[in-house]
T-cell receptor
Framework: EDKVVQSPLSLVVHEGDTVTLNCSYE??????LLWYKQEKKAPTFLFML????IEKKSGRLSSILDKKELFSILNITATQTGDSAVYLC??????????FGQGTTLQVKP | EAGVAQSPRYKIIEKRQSVAFWCNPI?????LYWYQQILGQGPKLLIQ????????DSQLPKDRFSAERLKGVDSTLKIQPAKLEDSAVYLC???????????????FGPGTRLLVL
């Protein structure tokens, strides 16, 4: 059965800290790994990764994929209170279907 | 570019009642998805449409859930009769193309929060 597992499930840090969120997957017909941020309702897209070892970066956020070891990490540096959210990773297949992990809840304290 | 629209935003019903949700995807997006997100979990795909055809409905509880996308644009998801365990956020998402293309980004609507009492 296809599955995506995230760790940790929750994390509490202080502003300015750096955090690393983990996502491992076991999925048939794997094509991509996506990261979303969910604050209230709708997940908003962060990154899509398709190639191993190539870091994607957007401001203080960065992510990388390891297709050999079947995992991805999302790094957030110099965290701010506005980074508090649930971070979801999802595997994308060749049919467009996304399988989501259970999410990591990040709380950034002032 | 307008995003994915959903209505209603909130719905409270009693068990055994019926409920319907509506979704209008981003203009030009051929693929539409309905997800169920139970509190504390990631979204779970219920059904995926490509234009007005069903691509994947393997996790749709077909004895009580139904969905349609008659003209290949907007879509409705219905639950009849509702159970307590259907309490969740129902998210609609759309993507530009059918994926066979490397990983298609999906854009999500604001969701409908359903509470079944």
């Amino acid at each position: 059965e296809d599955k995506v597992v995230q760790s940790p499930l929750s994390l509490v840090v202080h502003e300015g800290d750096t955090v690393t969120l983990n996502c491992s997957y076991e999925v048939t017909n794997f094509r991509s790994l996506l990261w979303y941020k969910q604050e209230k309702k709708a997940p908003t897209f962060l990154f899509m990764l398709t190639s191993s070892g190539i870091e994607k970066k957007s401001g203080r956020l960065s992510s990388i994929l390891d297709k050999k070891e079947l995992f991805s990490i999302l790094n957030i540096t110099a965290t701010q209170t506005g980074d508090s959210a649930v971070y979801l990773c999802a595997s994308g297949s060749n049919t467009g279907k996304l399988i989501f992990g259970q999410g990591t809840t990040l709380q950034v304290k002032p | 570019e307008a995003g994915v629209a959903q209505s209603p935003r909130y719905k409270i019903i009693e068990k055994r009642q019926s409920v319907a949700f509506w979704c209008n995807p981003i203009s030009g997006h051929a693929t539409l998805y309905w997800y169920q997100q139970i509190l504390g979990q990631g979204p779970k795909l219920l059904i995926q449409f490509q234009n007005n055809g069903v691509v994947d409905d393997s996790q749709l509880p077909k004895d009580r859930f139904s969905a349609e996308r008659l003209k290949g644009v907007d879509s409705t998801l219905k639950i009849q009769p509702a159970k307590l365990e259907d309490s969740a956020v129902y998210l609609c998402a759309s993507s530009l193309r059918y994926s066979g293309v490397l990983g298609e980004t999906q854009y999500f609507g604001p969701g409908t929060r359903l509470l079944v009492l």
